[in-house]
């Protein structure tokens, strides 16, 4: 029977080099203070043994982890993955974090966690434990648990609260929702609408409020009203489809809708066709997720294309930092979200110039 190849390992590198388990670790890690003739020493046995550095190999520095962890809402990620709608937030979540972790030798790890769970500081007393990570990264509603906060600002690791803007521990970060939210509804003013409703998040999310506070400052300063033109659902389509019939059986109907989620939008969309509504010509649409969903409805939807990527990277990298001895920022940090046109928004119809 054929014998096993036995696997290379630091301890390997560090005799074929003849130095110490450590130098070869600061080799590993990249650090500043090897000798570069130590360095290529080093380099050249790694190379020849064929060795693969591992997070264990990387840890015996003993300053970091090399890992990242990051945490989304256990509940609505599996709802989301079962369903196979072409939600991508935690896709574009990965994308961002995953990469960025790559380009300074560090991995992601992802965790699901529900924050209404009576365990939720069992469970991540455990994770923490376990991974022992050099950051977090909070997603809603997560964020603005004070539960989850007041327990990672006790075990002192650095942490980044995306979609929070809220005083306490931790680094906030948001995607601009509220700007975003005036820049959509800008752009139907500009087309001419006056009678324009917006489907909310729920109340436990922040974001759902600033997304409000946004469109209803764009319209109470083109002095528009607002007063029947909102109604909330809980991002899925079920909820969408309500707060769709309640817009659209208005005795003065918008004649467009800014929806803030993906889900919400094509359920607008589905009882718009129930009314007899067509869009745009009828009924401009935006959504607030550019997801695959969005671009393959008829007609494809405008827009708010929301840097869940990028605010993702940004985070690693300021974690990264912090875990490297440098401060964290003392302001919140804001990454800019974009407004993707489509065939969805037109001119307001004349009726509504009536």
């Given amino acids: 029977m054929a014998r096993r190849r036995q696997a290379v390992t630091i301890r390997h590198v560090a ?30 046995s790694i190379d020849r043994l064929g060795y693969v550095p ?19 809402d256990r509940e609505r990620t599996i709802e989301d993955w079962k369903s196979r709608q072409g939600t991508d937030w935690v896709d574009q979540m990965l994308l961002g974090g995953m990469l960025k972790c790559a380009e300074h030798g560090y991995r992601m790890i992802f965790e699901l966690v529900d924050t209404h769970n009576d365990h939720v500081e069992r469970e991540l007393k455990a994770a923490i434990a376990a991974l ?14 004070a539960l989850i906060t007041g327990l990672l600002a006790a075990q002192k690791i650095p942490f980044a609260r995306i979609g929070s803007r809220e005083p306490g521990p931790g680094l906030p970060m948001t995607m601009d929702d509220e700007g975003a939210a005036r820049l959509a509804t800008r752009r139907l003013i500009e087309l001419g609408h006056k009678r324009i409703g917006f489907i909310a998040g729920p109340t436990d999310y922040h974001i759902a409020d600033w997304r409000i ?6 319209m109470e300063g083109a002095g528009l009203a607002t007063d029947d033109l909102c109604e909330r659902g809980d991002f899925g389509f079920t909820s969408g489809l309500a707060a769709a019939r309640k817009l659209l059986d208005l005795a003065d109907r918008p004649t467009a809708i800014i929806a803030s989620s993906d889900q919400m939008a094509t359920a607008t969309v589905e009882i718009a066709r129930e009314r007899g509504l067509r869009i745009p010509d009828d009924l401009s649409l935006i959504s607030f997720d550019n997801t695959p969903i969005v671009r393959f409805t008829e007609p494809p939807l405008a827009a708010i294309d929301q840097p869940i990527a990028a605010t993702i990277a940004r985070a690693v990298e300021l974690l990264i930092q912090a875990a490297g001895g440098e401060p964290m920022p003392s302001e919140p940090v804001n990454v800019a979200a974009a407004f993707v046109e489509r065939a969805s928004i037109g001119p307001a119809p004349d009726t509504n110039d009536a």
Avoid: C, F
């Fill in 15 to 44: 005799e074929d080099a003849g130095v110490s388990l450590q130098t070869v670790s600061r080799v590993i890690n990249n650090e500043p203070n090897v000798r570069p003739a130590m360095k290529e020493r080093v380099q050249d």
């Fill in 54 to 72: 591992s997070i264990a190999a990387q840890r015996m520095s003993g300053s970091r982890s090399y890992l990242i962890l990051a945490l989304n």
């Fill in 132 to 145: 022992q990570p050099d950051g977090i990264i909070l997603t809603p509603p997560h964020s603005d648990n």
């Fill in 213 to 218: 506070d946004g469109w209803r400052s764009a």
